[in-house]
Nanobody
Framework: VQLQASGGGSVRAGGSLRLSCAASGRAFSAYGMGWFRQAPGKEREFVSSINYSGGTTYYVDSAKGRFTISRDNAKNTVYLQMNGLKPEDTALYYC?????????????????WGQGTLVTVSS
């Protein structure tokens, strides 16, 4: 499975972005998917995950109420809608695929990673 993330950009605080992650290869609908981010000088951080069917989602506390993860298995794509962006959301965002069908908050459970898309939020 190859993952291609897109949709990053520069916005002002309070703005919105929609990240997309397109998957190629087989059996996308069998994978749990996740979004992680890494800010300069910081460790990689879990942001959100979604199970294989899209019925179960998880979020880091700082993203709850602002971010929404979704997937379209017919299009082999997972999305992260980010509203109410804050400067502390600035990071390189990665999508990842996991053989754990229900997704995971742990980066070690992910087998495939996209190249990252940069999100910059100014105050």
């Amino acid at each position: 499975v190859q993952l291609q993330a897109s949709g990053g950009g520069s916005v002002r605080a309070g703005g919105s972005l929609r990240l997309s992650c397109a998957a190629s290869g087989r059996a996308f609908s069998a994978y749990g998917m996740g979004w992680f981010r890494q800010a300069p000088g910081k460790e990689r951080e879990f942001v959100s995950s979604i199970n294989y069917s899209g019925g179960t989602t998880y979020y880091v506390d700082s993203a709850k109420g602002r971010f929404t993860i979704s997937r379209d298995n017919a299009k082999n794509t997972v999305y992260l809608q980010m509203n109410g962006l804050k400067p502390e959301d600035t990071a390189l965002y990665y999508c990842a695929g996991s053989s754990w069908k229900n997704g995971s908050t742990y980066y070690g459970h992910y087998d495939y990673w996209g190249q990252g898309t940069l999100v910059t939020v100014s105050s």
